[in-house]
């Protein structure tokens, strides 16, 4: 991959990420921390709607052609973000508040509106 081509990516995931964060607000989710990292993952967005802790994984694309963003949310990709949430939770001290996985799957077409899916318990923890 040219270095043009990972920089343009890394544009639109900010851009998604973004997009998401308005949209989950939107929503009365209330945005805790972005992009949280550890040496076991990453987690895009911590948020909280109502008492639930909700750690979402946003996934942009701009066309299909290798399918819906959401299906890059794979068995590795899980457990990674499992791992970066149960040692968020650790240093927080809320092992025991309810949580989910939410995946936020972001169309954004050239010009276009993005399309947005919000996938609410796309994935129970992974080990």
Not at 5 to 26: F, H, M, T
Request: proline share 4%; net charge positive; glycine share 4%.
């Amino acid at each position: 991959m040219r270095s043009e081509d990972r920089a343009d990516n890394k544009s639109l995931g900010e851009q998604g990420e973004a997009i998401a964060v308005c949209y989950l607000k939107g929503r009365k989710y209330a945005i805790v921390e972005r992009n949280f990292r550890c040496k076991c993952g990453e987690v895009d967005i911590i948020a909280r709607d109502g008492k639930t802790i909700v750690f979402v994984e946003v996934k942009t694309r701009r066309n299909e052609a290798c399918g819906p963003p959401q299906a890059s949310v794979t068995p590795f990709k899980q457990r990674q973000i499992s791992k970066a949430a149960l040692t968020w939770l650790a240093k927080k001290m809320l092992l025991d508040a309810p949580a989910r996985f939410d995946v936020v799957a972001i169309l954004q077409r050239d010009h276009a509106v993005p399309e947005i899916e919000h996938i609410k318990d796309a994935f129970e923890l992974a080990y």
